[in-house]
């Protein structure tokens, strides 16, 4: 993988402008949906169990995030993921809090089981529970997992190649894996942990990427290389200690963040 490979997904997301079916949760919709627009995507957020099934199908990406969880979200989600896969339509799911209550694990659990899903992407947490793997988890936010990016990698390997799919596991660094090819991406900043839903927008991110790159490990890795660099960019104009001014320059971020701030910016490598 090559930083002109990360510059073309951009510029396929950016030309092709694709549809992202989201069903995620209450906290973070319109972060989410204003995120989306600045990156070049165009987003739905679409939930009645009449219509999920109808906008999965014509949707470049279907997104699912358990953050807020109840009985008939699940069962829209479960409606939405079986079109898209009769579809070809790639599925990210979120396991948001996996690990904090049996009901989400379950749930999460149950997803990976009816479904195809061609990226997961959460915590170190929330992936390994998903699993199976014991790991601490309070509220939706994971405990630092030991050992720090050998660990994450192992465990995004371990995870894509019980589950089938490409895996993300992000942390201080993130890790993308297929179970063979693994990419560590370094980019980011601490404030990203300070504003609400900005986990829950890179998955629909990586969506965006997914919807216009088949090989998802590409797709994967230039989503979170191009959503590092934006935070950075961010970073730079409000300072380090100002998590309001920074989500909203973060969109700004987004939408300005370009081919040439990636080649200048992006911190990736292959790790074996």
């Given amino acids: ?37 600045a990156v070049g ?21 279907l997104v699912l995030n358990m953050g807020t969880l109840d009985e008939e979200i699940v069962r829209g989600m479960l409606l939405a993921g ?19 209550t049996p009901y989400r694990t379950d749930t999460a659990r149950l997803i990976m089981k009816q ?40 465990l995004a390997v371990q995870a894509a190649r019980v589950l089938g799919c490409v ?20 980019n980011g900043t601490p404030l990203l942990t300070k504003v609400t839903g900005t986990g829950c927008l890179l998955s629909s991110v990586i969506g965006a990427f997914a919807a216009v790159e088949k090989d998802l490990v590409l797709a994967s890795a230039a989503a979170l290389a191009y959503y590092g660099v934006a935070a950075e960019e961010a970073v730079k104009v409000t300072g380090a200690d100002r998590p309001g001014a920074f989500q909203i320059e973060f969109i700004d971020a987004l939408h300005r963040t370009d081919g040439k701030m990636l080649e200048q910016a992006a911190k990736f490598s292959r790790i074996e």
């Fill in 115 to 154: 479904l195809r899903v061609s990226v997961l992407r959460g915590n170190a947490a929330e992936v390994a529970n998903v699993i199976g793997e014991a790991s601490t988890i309070k509220g939706v936010d994971a405990a630092a997992i030991e050992g720090g990016t050998g660990s994450q990698q192992a």
């Fill in 1 to 37: 993988m090559t930083i002109d490979q990360l510059i073309a997904a951009l510029d396929k997301v950016r030309a092709g402008n694709p549809l992202v079916h989201n069903i995620t949760n209450v906290v973070v919709t319109n972060f989410t949906a204003n995120g989306l627009l």
């Fill in 167 to 186: 895996v993300v596991v992000t942390g201080k660094d993130d890790v993308v894996s297929d179970g063979t090819i693994s990419y560590k991406i370094s």
């Fill in 41 to 61: 995507a165009s987003p739905v957020m679409a939930y009645a169990k009449e219509e999920v099934a109808d906008m999965a199908q014509i949707a470049g990406a």
């Fill in 82 to 100: 079986k079109s898209a896969n009769a579809h070809q339509v790639p599925v990210i799911f979120d396991p948001v809090g996996a690990g904090a």
